[in-house]
C-alpha cells in the first residue's frame, strides 16, 4: 500500500497534463477530481467536459460557487478570477491523463477487463472473489467509457488492494485508448460477438476491437481469454503466444479449463475446476463459464480458490440481467438489461436448460446498434430461436421485421407485435400461469413494463413480488 495518502497538488496535475512549460506552478491542491458541479466536494479539480448535448465550460461559474479550487478547461477560455485554470487542447483527454496519474500512483493490481456481452456480470464475480480476501475497488454500475474509467480510477482509495476496470467500446480504438489509461496488470477478454456493429462495422472489427486489449498489455502481464468462440483464443495467440484459454471445452488450457455438471430445476449448472466443485449462483452455461473466468483470474491475483468459491457461489444476477420473478406457477426471466445476437443465444440456452414442467415462452425485443446487419442478424437469430423447445415466440420491433422477411405470420409459435405496448394483448390469451417466460430485448425496447401485466394477472394475493432467482446479463 502506499506509505501516504495521495493528494493532488497543482504540480501533479501540470505533470498529469503536461503543462509544466505552459501554465506557471502555484501554491494550490485538491480533495479529488469531479466532471458535475452536482457532485462537487469543496476543494476539487473540476474538468469541464464537452459533449453533443451539454458543455461544462457553462457551469465554471456553479462550478466555482460549489467550491472548486480549479479547472481544467478548453484552450482559449476566458480566465475567471475566482477560479485558476488549467487550459487543455481536449478536456476528455485531459481526463484520461488525470485517470493515469492517479493510476500509476496506485500499488493495487489493476485487472482490466472486456467482452461483448457479460463483462458487467464477470466484474461481480471478480469483485466477490477477489473481495473475500482483498479490498477491492471496481467500476461502479456500467462506468465503462472513456469518463467512466478515468473515474473509477480516480475514486480508488489508497488502500485498495485490488482494482477492477470495465472497458467498453462503441467505436474503433476506444479499447486501446481506455487500456492506455488503465495500465492493466492483467487482462480478460469475457467473451466475442456481434455488438456495436454501426461503430465497428463487422464480427472481424469486434474481435479486433477487443482484443486490441491484449495488444497494450505490457510484457509479461498475464492474459486471459475465454475459449468460446473459438476464433477468440486463435485471434489471441496471433497477439501474444503466451495467452492463457479458460473455459469448458478441449480449446481451454488443461490449468484453466472446467468439468460441467448437469444443470438443477433453475438451469444453474455445477461443475469442477481445480479439483474443487462449483456450484454458479448464474443459471446455464454462460453463468458457468463467467464463474470460472472470475476464478481463473482471482488465482492469479494470489486468491485461494476456497475463499473465492463460496462468495461467487453466492452471487445472484442484477436487476434485468437475467433475474427470476416467480408469480405463483408461472415465473420471468427478466433480461431486458442489453441485447445483442450473443447474449440472446446465452438468454434462450438458459430458457431451454431449466428443468420446467410447463411451457417455455420467450419475448424477444429488437436488438439495437447493429447498423446494416440488423436485419440479417435478426433473422438468424430468430431461425435458431425457433430450433429450441419454446411453445411461443413473440416477437417485437426488429424481430417482427425478421419473422415477416421469414413468412413467419401463419406459425402457430410465433406472435407478432410491432412494439412493446402492444405485446401483452396478444400474448395474454395464450397464457395458462404455468409457463417460464423469458423477456429479452435490447433497454430501449423496455420489455419490463411488460412485468406490472404479469403481476396483475398471476401474483398470489399479497405477493405483489413473487421469489428472486437466478439468472444472467447480456
Not at 76 to 91: I, W
Not at 139 to 147: E, K
Not at 405 to 432: F, I, Y
Not at 448 to 474: H, N, Q
Request: with cysteine; aromatic share 4%.
Amino acid at each position: 500500500m502506499t506509505s501516504t495518502p495521495f493528494r493532488w497538488t497543482d504540480a501533479g496535475v501540470l505533470r498529469a497534463l503536461g503543462l509544466e512549460d505552459v501554465v506557471e506552478p502555484r501554491e494550490l491542491s485538491f480533495t479529488g477530481v469531479s466532471t458535475d458541479t452536482r457532485t462537487l466536494d469543496p476543494g476539487a479539480l473540476f474538468v469541464a467536459l464537452e459533449g453533443p448535448t451539454f458543455d461544462g465550460h457553462k457551469f465554471l461559474a456553479e462550478a466555482a460557487r460549489q467550491g472548486a479550487a480549479g479547472a481544467v478547461v478548453r484552450e482559449g477560455t476566458a480566465d475567471l478570477e475566482v477560479l485558476p485554470l488549467y487550459p487543455v487542447p481536449d478536456t476528455l483527454v485531459a481526463l484520461g491523463q488525470l485517470g493515469r496519474f492517479r493510476r500509476r500512483a496506485l500499488s493495487a493490481p489493476v485487472v482490466a477487463l472486456t467482452g461483448s456481452s457479460g463483462k458487467t456480470t464477470v466484474k461481480e464475480l471478480l469483485r466477490a472473489a477477489l473481495g473475500s480476501t482483498l479490498r477491492v475497488h471496481a467500476t461502479s454500475a456500467n462506468l465503462n467509457n472513456r469518463i467512466g474509467v478515468p473515474l473509477t480510477l480516480l475514486a480508488a482509495p489508497d488502500d485498495a488492494e485490488a482494482v477492477i476496470v470495465e472497458l467498453g467500446t462503441n467505436e474503433p480504438g476506444e479499447i486501446a485508448t481506455l487500456a492506455r489509461i488503465a495500465e492493466p496488470d492483467l487482462g480478460l477478454v469475457v467473451n466475442v460477438g456481434e455488438s456495436h456493429l454501426e461503430g465497428l462495422g463487422s464480427l472481424d472489427g469486434v474481435i479486433e476491437e477487443k482484443l486490441s486489449l491484449l495488444t497494450h498489455l505490457r510484457p509479461g502481464v498475464p492474459a486471459i481469454v475465454a475459449d468460446v468462440p473459438p476464433v477468440l483464443p486463435r485471434r489471441a495467440r496471433e497477439i501474444r503466444e503466451d495467452v492463457e484459454v479458460a473455459g469448458f471445452t478441449e480449446g481451454a488450457d488443461d490449468s484453466l479449463r472446467g468439468e460441467l455438471g448437469s444443470p438443477d430445476r433453475t438451469g444453474r449448472i455445477s461443475f469442477r475446476f481445480q479439483g474443487r466443485s462449483i456450484e454458479p449462483g448464474l443459471p446455464g452455461l454462460h453463468g458457468a463459464r463467467n464463474t470460472l473466468l472470475a476464478l481463473a483470474v482471482s488465482t492469479h491475483l494470489g486468491v485461494s480458490l476456497d475463499s473465492a468459491i463460496p462468495e461467487v457461489e453466492a452471487q445472484r444476477p442484477g436487476r434485468l440481467r437475467g433475474e427470476w420473478l416467480r408469480l405463483g406457477r408461472l415465473a420471468l426471466i427478466l433480461d431486458c438489461y442489453n441485447a445483442n445476437p450473443p447474449s440472446v443465444r446465452a438468454a434462450l440456452e438458459t430458457l431451454a436448460s431449466v428443468n420446467w414442467d410447463g411451457p417455455r415462452m420467450a419475448v424477444l425485443g429488437s436488438m439495437l446498434e447493429l447498423g446494416a446487419q440488423s436485419p440479417s442478424l435478426h433473422r438468424e437469430v430468430l431461425e435458431e430461436a425457433l430450433e429450441g423447445p419454446l411453445e411461443l415466440i413473440v416477437v417485437v420491433g426488429a424481430f417482427s421485421e425478421a419473422a415477416r422477411e421469414l413468412d413467419l405470420e401463419d406459425d402457430h409459435r410465433v406472435l407478432l407485435a410491432p412494439d412493446t405496448a402492444s405485446v401483452w394483448a396478444q400474448l395474454r390469451p395464450r397464457l395458462e400461469g404455468r409457463e417460464l417466460v423469458l423477456l429479452k430485448g435490447s433497454r430501449g425496447m423496455r420489455l419490463e413494463a411488460l412485468v406490472p401485466r404479469f403481476e396483475a394477472a398471476f401474483a398470489p394475493v399479497g405477493d405483489g413480488s413473487g421469489d428472486d432467482s437466478s439468472g444472467e446479463e447480456a
